[in-house]
């Protein structure tokens, strides 16, 4: 699999991530405190740092519908703990 680099937010919801140099490296965090890398885009990098990380993945939920052929697993494995652990948050 080719490492592309682009916001993998944008990338699950299919779009293109515009302007690849404000890409930036964040780390969400397991339960046990492991961090986990994401590339993230500006726009998303500050919905994460203004809402906190499980508010910022249960508010992508959408992109569990999307977990096949995703090489990010750890991220959506994070992901799909968070929203099923906090399912009444989700409007
Ligand atoms: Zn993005």
Same mark, same amino acid.
């Given at each position: 699999?080719?490492?592309?680099?682009?916001?993998?937010?944008?990338?699950?919801?299919?779009?293109?991530?515009?302007?690849?140099?404000?890409?930036?490296?964040?780390?969400?965090?397991?339960?046990?405190?492991?961090?986990?890398?994401?590339?993230?885009?500006?726009?998303?990098?500050?919905?994460? &740092?203004?809402?906190?990380?499980?508010?910022?993945?249960?508010?992508?939920?959408?992109?569990?519908?999307?977990?096949?052929?995703?090489?990010?697993?750890? &991220?959506?494995?994070?992901?799909?703990?968070?929203?099923?652990?906090?399912?009444?948050?989700?409007?």
């Amino acid at each position: 699999m080719n490492k592309k680099y682009e916001c993998t937010i944008c990338k699950h919801y299919g779009r293109p991530t515009f302007d690849k140099s404000t890409l930036e490296r964040q780390s969400l965090y397991d339960d046990q405190g492991n961090p986990i890398p994401v590339i993230l885009c500006r726009k998303h990098a500050v919905q994460l &740092f203004q809402s906190g990380q499980k508010k910022f993945l249960i508010s992508h939920y959408r992109i569990l519908n999307d977990l096949i052929a995703s090489d990010e697993m750890k &991220f959506l494995e994070l992901m799909e703990r968070t929203v099923r652990a906090n399912l009444d948050m989700i409007s």
